[in-house]
């Protein structure tokens, strides 16, 4: 239970970060490839999609992680806040 309401707020905030994360991780999108090799479709458009495809895929992985380091730094304020609360807690104020 967090001291300060903003920490609170922070930390479901990181929750919601993370869960978003999980669902991009979780995405179709990221096994396309593997109906999408050169066994199945062969030209230089089916060259062209593929690359779509892995700068899509890679641009997804990169979110994801963005994600999670928002999540991180939420934390981090969350647990400086809390820290602050219960100094002041401790002081009398």
Not at 35 to 47: F, I, K, L, M, Y
């Amino acid at each position: 239970m967090s001291a300060d309401p903003t920490a609170a707020q922070y930390r479901r905030r990181a929750v919601e970060l993370r869960r978003l994360a999980a669902e991009l991780l979780e995405s179709p999108v990221l096994r396309l490839h593997d109906g999408a090799g050169t066994e199945t479709w062969a030209s230089p458009g089916a060259d062209a999609c593929r690359t779509i495809l892995a700068d899509d895929q890679a641009r997804l992985l990169h979110a994801a992680s963005e994600l999670h380091e928002h999540a991180w730094w939420y934390e981090q304020q969350a647990d400086a806040l809390d820290a602050i609360a219960a100094a002041r807690l401790a002081a009398g104020g």
